[in-house]
């Protein structure tokens, strides 16, 4: 709901039903069905994994918002190996927002191919937990300071 995406989920409603404990989000482990699911699902899934996993880690609740971003904003989080994204796979990055600065945590890929495409913007999720975390470290680190041409590499 709070991404405005409609998808089929069910829903288990128990009656009256009171654990005797109560847990954080960040606590519960994740179900990770093994069967098979398509493209597009498994990158919400694999979004969904990593923000669960920094909350918990950071013991903090992260916020999180839909956002068009321009691409020059964008900041990388690792050396990108660039090769085409499908034109079908058409989903959203996922982008920590700290001190001002978007950093892109996955969809690296994504990115450069729309850039290749002349495509200037790029919906992302974006997500905070009001902190540093280890990706804004590793993008210093690596020295990117912006996606274009060179940094996305040849087209492969």
Known sequence: MWLRVKINAYVLDVPAYDPREKYHVWEIDLINPNEVIPKWLSIWKHMVNIIHFLEKNHRRIARL???KLPIRKLIPTEKIYYREVPSEINEPILVYY???????????????????RGINDIEAVVFTLDTTIGLIETSKKIGLREFNLETCGELT
Not at 101 to 109: A, L, M, P
Request: charged residues 30%; proline residues 0%.
């Open 98 to 116: 700290y001190d001002d600065e978007y950093y892109v945590v996955d969809g690296h890929n994504r990115v450069c191919t729309n850039l290749y």
């Open 65 to 67: 918002w839909r956002e």
